[in-house]
């Protein structure tokens, strides 16, 4: 469902219509992979705020929970973290990972 925008300047979009326009093909190796055991040591937990499609999750156990599969491959998460060690990155295999469309 599309909205206007507060100042009605451009139509807000819903998460879920932008959600629409992006396709995940997932390949059966992950991209990024996270090393728990250093992130258990981390108090910032910068990943879990900054990721923008909300993939990593803290665990009771003071581990992080991580799923590539709807990963938008922008590396905000190996960008902010300062923990070394912690992630490794690399984009997806050839043709897989995300894909835009304009919709």
Known sequence: MTQTSPQGQRPAVSFEDRMATVDFRVAERAHITVDTDVCRSCEVRACVHACPAALFVPTDDGGIL????????????????????????????????????QG
Request: glycine share 14%; with cysteine; hydrophobic share 30%.
């Open 66 to 101: 991580f799923n590539y599969e709807q990963c938008f491959e922008c590396g905000t998460c190996y960008q902010v973290c300062d923990a070394p060690g912690a992630l490794t990155w690399s984009y997806p295999e050839g043709g897989h990972g995300v894909a835009f469309r």
